[in-house]
């Protein structure tokens, strides 16, 4: 394998914003990997409520005390970020069936790209499987309690 970081994933997302369905993906998957990269996705033609740099800044302060995490932005690719960064594997998580037929296509598109890429998948804990950012996103706008469904670090600065 022709990578200098063997244990190493990237968990690329657009984070907008970084739920406690994330949280957990990424506490779980810190025994698996000796390094981390949280790695949002800057795609342009995708409307955010929260900025890049405030998405940034958010995960940065819930891992401030995790060494093995670091975060990150990127365009373009995913399977091209993990070949820059020398990253072997994806890390993604799943909370449903449709999840799976989304994110096997992509897994797959990724490997045709990056043949030295491979896709981890966690699957959620029940009790975080209905969380996502959309539903957070809406219970922003409408100005409701997100408390249940945010990092409680991070919850003020929402
Ligand atoms: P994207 O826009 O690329 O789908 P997201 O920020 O929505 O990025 O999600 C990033 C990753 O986190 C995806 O693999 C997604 O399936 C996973 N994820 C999102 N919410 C949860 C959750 N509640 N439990 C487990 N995994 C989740």
């Given at each position: 394998?022709?990578?200098?970081?063997?244990?190493?994933?990237?968990?690329?997302?657009?984070?907008?914003?970084?739920?406690?369905?994330?949280?957990?993906?990424?506490?779980?998957?810190?025994?698996?990997?000796?390094?981390?990269?949280?790695?949002?996705?800057?795609?342009?033609?995708?409307?955010?409520?929260?900025?890049?740099?405030?998405?940034l800044?958010?995960?940065?302060?819930?891992?401030?005390?995790?060494?093995?995490?670091s975060?990150?932005a990127?365009?373009?690719?995913?399977?091209?970020?993990?070949?820059?960064?020398?990253?072997p594997?994806?890390?993604?998580?799943?909370?449903?069936?449709?999840?799976?037929?989304?994110?096997?296509?992509?897994?797959?598109?990724?490997?045709?790209?990056?043949?030295?890429?491979?896709?981890?998948?966690?699957?959620?804990?029940?009790?975080?499987?209905?969380?996502?950012s959309?539903?957070?996103?809406?219970?922003?706008?409408?100005?409701?309690?997100?408390?249940?469904?945010v990092p409680?670090?991070?919850?003020?600065?929402?």
């Open positions: 394998m022709n990578t200098a970081y063997p244990r190493s994933a990237v968990f690329p997302g657009s984070f907008d914003p970084f739920t406690l369905g994330h949280y957990e993906i990424v506490q779980r998957a810190l025994p698996l990997f000796d390094r981390l990269v949280i790695a949002i996705g800057s795609n342009s033609q995708k409307k955010t409520l929260y900025s890049l740099e405030k998405r800044a958010l995960i940065q302060k819930l891992f401030k005390d995790e060494p093995k995490v975060v990150a990127f365009g373009g690719l995913t399977a091209e970020f993990c070949r820059e960064q020398k990253i594997f994806l890390l993604r998580g799943l909370r449903s069936s449709a999840d799976f037929d989304y994110e096997k296509s992509i897994a797959q598109l990724n490997h045709a790209i990056n043949t030295e890429v491979d896709t981890v998948f966690l699957i959620s804990s029940p009790h975080l499987s209905h969380i996502s959309t539903i957070v996103r809406e219970i922003i706008m409408n100005k409701g309690d997100a408390s249940a469904f409680a670090a991070i919850q003020a600065d929402l």
